[in-house]
């Protein structure tokens, strides 16, 4: 089923929606809950949560390309789930969750600066990675987006992964420079 023939699923509130996501795009988004989280469980536990909140954000949101809206919300989700098992094993995360108790109480206005300024940064970055060379953008991408592996990087360019690391200090070096020119750092 074609993108749009789903969206329009989910638009119409039709059940059948979230089988035709899962379909077509299940294993995706299973990789890539799979690359950060290294765990089955987690990683479908995460791809179904990815069906929930594309059925809560969809109305009132049309996404543009449907592949992307649901990585990125898989994506998300599974960096949530690494940072709270990550907070578990240091302690139980009871002080992650006193933090974020907190975070709602005090300094309103930072928050809604602060998340102005993370949306101009990310608008940067990406303005960034796309004037990038081609390979280097999408080595970039499938590095620090996706989190694969920088083996898999390089099979899937064909070069070693030594190539991918230099690649990828130099895109860092070249993000910093261009981040402090901006004012960001």
């Given amino acids: 089923m074609e993108d749009g023939s789903i969206i329009e699923l989910y ?8 089988a035709e996501t899962s379909q077509k795009y299940g294993a995706y988004c299973f990789s890539v809950a799979d690359n950060i989280l290294h765990s089955a469980e987690d990683s479908e536990e ?8 594309a059925w809560n954000a969809m109305p009132p ?23 709270s098992k990550a907070a578990k094993k240091r302690g139980g995360g009871e002080l992650t969750a006193v933090l974020e108790e907190l ?8 928050g809604t600066e602060a998340e102005v ?3 101009e940064l990310g608008r940067f970055i990406s303005g960034f990675v796309s004037s990038l060379p081609e390979r280097d953008g999408n080595v970039a ?8 592996p920088v083996a898999d990087i390089a ?13 990828l200090s130099r895109i860092r070096k070249k993000l910093k420079s261009e981040l402090e020119k901006e004012g960001y750092i």
């Fill in 141 to 148: 991408i499938r590095r620090y987006f996706f989190a694969e």
């Fill in 46 to 53: 995460c791809v179904n949560e990815t069906w929930f909140r």
């Fill in 155 to 167: 099979k899937r360019y064909r070069i070693t992964e030594n190539n991918v690391s230099v690649i």
């Fill in 61 to 83: 949101h049309r996404p543009d390309r449907l592949k992307l809206f649901l990585a990125k919300i898989t994506r998300n989700l599974s960096f949530d789930r690494f940072a």
């Fill in 11 to 18: 638009w119409k509130r039709d059940e059948s929606a979230i």
């Fill in 103 to 110: 975070g709602g109480c005090v300094g309103a206005a930072d």
């Fill in 117 to 119: 300024e993370a949306k």
